[in-house]
């Protein structure tokens, strides 16, 4: 049954803005990127989701799909963006099943709250893979597809949004890892405006600050601190899915035609101020000066 807008998506954007288009997005299970192609193909594209869990890959499509008649959703599982060849065939399934990839979106992201110097070589290493090869890895599977589409297309084609965060601007205790792989997507974005600009592209960022309602927020933001930490937002409030999923359909529909290179911060202002944002409320010297192991401390501060 079709679904009403209004709770995923401004009333703003016209039905069918996005009819005979495709969006490839890995983390496409997760809860920010579920809502934003939720979002885009409520307003007219078909789309495909990529994920490390099968059952939920294809759960979610399932579940994306019933937004509007007709809607196509491939969800494809046993997909892990830290391995190139396997982005490299689920964009060719997409291709083949969907007919093109117009829009991408790079969504997938792993984290845990950890002290640097409870931080293991391959702790950091596993979150640098998955945020930003993972990340390089889907630009680079769907590159030659979205120059294709931008070359097909007088509307708006050949777009790419990379998922990042607000941390690496504000500098955060526990998330040495997060921030330093969501600093060097923000470069990939860039790097990639400039070089395929020319190609037809435009590779931009969005950059959400805690957003209720996402399994990061849940495990990532101290328990119970939510009230808290939206004191430090000056819009009052967590940032909502659809506050994301605005952000989506902003960069790849017409309005967003010269925008390019560029950071789209959906924090409500707080990176501004320095707060709100993951491990806000969480105390500081003490989280990261005790030799205890953090994981424990924190179960029982919980
Ligand atoms: C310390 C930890 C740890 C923890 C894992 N490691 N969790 N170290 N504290 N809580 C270490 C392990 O000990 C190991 O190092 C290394 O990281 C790899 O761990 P694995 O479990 O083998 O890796 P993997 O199976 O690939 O899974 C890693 C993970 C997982 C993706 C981070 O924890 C996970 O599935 N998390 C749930 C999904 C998630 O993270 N969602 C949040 C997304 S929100 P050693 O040395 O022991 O081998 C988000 C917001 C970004 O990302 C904000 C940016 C700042």
Redesign the pocket.
Known sequence: MAQSAAKFVSSAWQKGIFDGKVVFCTGGS?DICSAQVRALVYLGANACIVGRNKSKAESVARDIAAVRPGAKVLGLGDADVREAKVLEDAARACVDELGSIDFAIAGA??????PFL??????FR??VD??LIGAFNTAKATAPYLIRSSAASKGASGRIIFIS?T??YTG?HL?TH??S??AGIDALSAQLAIELGPRGITSNVIAPGPIAG???TR??LDAGKAQEVSKHIPRGRLGSLKDMSNAAVYLFSDAGDFVNGTILVVDGGAWRTGGG??GAGIPYPESVTSDEP??ARLKKAR
């Open positions: 997760g992201a792993g984290n845990f709250l950890a409870q931080l293991s070589p391959n702790a596993t979150i998955i945020d965060s941390t690496q955060r998330v997060g921030a792989a969501k996402t399994e990061g495990s990532l944002s993951i953090f994981a």
